[in-house]
């Protein structure tokens, strides 16, 4: 069974940038993609960023195009988020996923630990 183990949530001002990552260990058996998922309260979970593990494909909703960048690091397993330009709206629990690569999106399989980003000044 998958863990994914997440760092790197905290408080930042507007503009301001921060990077997540999320290290997985154990077998992932079927899964070849991972990503992030946001919640913030009273609202649906939303995909901010994923990518495919063995070619790289990546895939951003239109709201975060160009602001936050998912990137992996194969020798250790990890994958991280480049959040840049943060705006208040981007406050919310950020969970790490893993999932199987369909129709260019990751659907998330298993959740890892949430971590905190709030963005305010």
């Known amino acids: 069974q998958v863990q994914l183990v997440v760092s790197g949530g905290e408080s930042v001002q507007p503009g301001g940038s921060l990077r997540l990552s999320c290290e997985a260990s154990g077998n992932m058996p079927g899964l070849n993609c991972m990503g992030w998922v946001r919640q913030a309260p009273g609202l649906g979970r939303e995909a901010v960023a994923q990518?495919?593990?063995?070619?790289?494909?990546?895939y951003y909703p239109d709201s975060i195009k160009g602001r936050f960048t998912i990137s992996q690091d194969g020798a250790k397993n990890t994958i991280y988020l480049q959040m840049n330009s943060l705006k208040p709206e981007d406050s919310a629990m950020y969970y790490c996923?893993?999932?199987?690569?369909?129709?260019?999106?990751?659907?998330?399989?298993?959740y890892g630990q949430g971590t905190q980003v709030t963005v305010s000044s």
């Open positions: 990518i495919h593990l063995g070619g790289g494909s990546t």
């Open positions: 996923t893993a999932g199987l690569w369909y129709g260019g999106t990751c659907p998330p399989r298993v």
